[in-house]
């Protein structure tokens, strides 16, 4: 089979009708298929609809993710809150909480949401995305199962842990910055694995501190057995700046665990002390900053949008054509894919047959079934 488009209406409909089959209410089933498909929407295929049923209905299914959203304010002040997710659907929290912040900061210039006990919340970018739409500037991160190895190590001590920024500008789009502090993650080598493409070279080191290279799929098996890690934003070693991804994952790790006294670190692999399955208990935390506050929205927009088209003006490098800014690409691959669909992969379109057949959801019939 070939990839085939999906349209996005039948898209959001299916996934939704999907959450809602396996126990999610259709209104956080809403939101959840909202924050997967915003991934594809903006090319970020890793993060998109193809994890919808391995991270998601599988994680349903097997009892380690509930499919109603228990939100618990534990603590809560004029600026600040800090929730319990009761390991509920990471992006109802995520919205949750990102909107409390956000009216927060309108109130009172500032405010800041930490979470503990959630599940994995998608796209970080759909949280900051959503403040810049409010005019505040927004920040989102999020720890995540261990994968990742600090500077001169070898084993996975934290996860790509993303550190995301989003400010609003003049420009069509605005400012976002959405990545881990890894160089790479497990949803995109998972992709890799659906594509057959073998790994970038020094994204995953060995147990012998050296580069490890090969298919997705062999990487994906080591880095779960503890045979190998994903590397920082910088590389092996410190020559790189290596070093520099580890403080920032740090730093991601501190703020998704010490303000809301969550799991952090080996607590977070998602088995148990028998190798059982078992709630991954992820943390997060959501910033607003209202430029009304400052000296107004107008003029932050305005002077974020002179400084991005400022730096895409500076000399380019031989045979390059264009300089981008977070977030332009994105949105160039919205405007091309904004009248057509999602292109969905073999492996993919086999997940959604059988997710809609075990759900009896007969009223979809995909493309590649034509």
């Not at 498909?37 to 599988?58: A, W």
């Amino acid at each position: 089979m070939a990839r085939h488009v999906v349209d996005w209406q039948t898209l959001y409909s299916f996934v939704t009708d999907s959450f809602v089959g396996v126990g999610v209410p259709r209104e956080d089933a809403e939101i959840c298929a909202d924050v997967l498909l915003t991934s594809d929407k903006r090319g970020i295929e890793s993060h998109g609809v193809n994890r919808f049923k391995p991270v998601y209905i599988d994680r349903i299914n097997a009892g380690i993710q509930n499919p109603v959203t228990n939100f618990e304010i534990v603590r809560e002040t004029e600026t600040t809150a800090v929730v319990d997710g009761h390991d509920g659907m990471g992006q109802v929290i995520g919205y949750k909480s990102m909107k409390m912040a956000i009216e927060k900061a309108k109130k009172y210039g500032m405010g800041m949401v930490v979470v503990r006990n959630s599940c994995h919340y998608g796209i970080a970018g759909y949280y900051t995305s959503m403040a810049t739409k409010h005019g505040c500037i927004g920040l989102t991160g999020t720890n995540a199962r261990p994968t990742v190895a600090p500077t001169f190590g070898v084993e996975g001590a934290f996860g790509t842990n993303p550190l995301t920024l989003g400010v609003p500008t003049d420009e069509d789009f605005d400012f976002n910055f959405d990545c881990a502090t890894s160089i790479t993650q497990n949803g995109k080598l998972e992709y890799y694995q659906r594509i057959d493409h073998d790994i970038l070279p020094g994204t995953v080191v060995g147990p012998d501190g050296k580069a490890v290279s090969g298919d997705a799929a062999t990487a994906l098996k080591r880095i779960g057995g503890g045979d190998a890690a994903l590397t920082t934003l910088g590389g092996i070693g410190e020559e790189l700046g290596g070093y520099k991804g580890y403080g920032f994952a740090m730093f991601v790790e501190f703020l998704s665990a010490v303000l809301q006294n969550g799991n952090y670190g080996k607590a977070l692999t998602g088995k148990g002390e028998n190798g059982q399955k078992v709630p991954f208990h992820l943390g997060h935390f959501f910033i607003a900053i209202d430029t009304d506050h400052f000296l107004g929205e107008d003029v932050c927009r305005k002077k974020a949008g002179d400084i991005i088209r400022e730096v895409r003006s500076t000399k380019k490098a031989p045979g390059q054509e264009r300089i981008y800014t977070a977030g332009e690409k994105e949105w160039e691959i919205w405007l091309d894919r904004k009248d057509s669909g999602v292109p969905i992969n073999e492996p993919v379109q086999k997940e959604f047959s059988d997710v809609r057949d075990a759900l009896g959801l007969t009223q979809y019939v995909f493309p590649w079934e034509k």
